[in-house]
């Protein structure tokens, strides 16, 4: 379920794209004390793969993320206090709440930079709704999911009868925390997509041009 939602890239092709910026969408945070907030454990996993996509690529760090709780500051403050003392090139975007506003007001920024594609990095299950936002907003993009995951790396096409158990043991065919935590996500991912659709937020051209 999770594969069908993240778009097919290629690890090697990212390091030759000329993009000009690599954009980290926030995903939440949480309150420690009355004056101190900190970005969730899915927020920093974002930024730690942006990070070090904007280094190599070294183009700015774009960081979006508003105020989505009473009393709190924005989500893209809050996890720019998590970068790397070293980051320098970093752009806060602070007035979006959800993916559609990211792509809007992403688009503004790009105006004052070169053109090109951009890098977004966002968790496996979000990637296929924010490409296509972008897709949708005119915006060259290459999404990328902000984890590691072996299986989605070893994707494969399921043409063939031997390909439905292409991954590892039997036991991996039995359920567990980790496998209904994907799952739930991709449902309420795909909840999230047809809503799209409905209120014309994206299309179903920007959706399959995506994958």
């Known amino acids: 379920m999770v594969l069908a939602l993240v778009p097919v890239y290629e690890t090697d092709g990212l390091a030759k794209l000329e993009s000009v910026a690599v954009v980290v969408p926030t995903a939440g945070l949480y309150e420690i004390n ?15 793969k942006g990070q070090s996509l904007a280094s190599k690529h070294r183009v700015p760090l774009i960081i979006s993320g508003g105020h989505t709780r009473e009393g709190a500051p924005s989500e893209a403050e809050v996890l720019a206090a998590h970068a790397k003392p070293a980051w320098r090139e970093i752009v806060l975007e602070t007035g979006s709440r959800n993916t559609y506003a990211t792509g809007k007001n992403v688009k503004k920024l ?4 070169r053109s090109g594609p951009v890098l977004v990095v966002t968790s496996p299950s979000h990637c296929l709704r924010t490409a296509a936002v972008f897709q949708n907003m005119g915006i060259p993009v290459r999404v990328v999911p902000s984890l590691d995951i072996p299986w989605i790396h070893q994707r494969r096409s399921y043409t063939e009868p031997k390909d439905l158990l292409p991954y590892t043991e039997p036991k991996d065919l039995l359920p567990s925390l980790e496998g209904l935590t994907y799952a739930n996500r991709a449902f309420t991912e795909v909840a999230a997509i047809l809503w799209y659709l409905a209120n014309g937020r994206i299309t179903p051209d920007d959706l399959f041009s995506s994958l």
Do not use: Q
């Open 110 to 113: 790009l105006k004052g930079m």
């Open 34 to 48: 009355a004056s101190r907030w900190a970005a969730d454990i899915t927020s920093l996993r974002r930024l730690d």
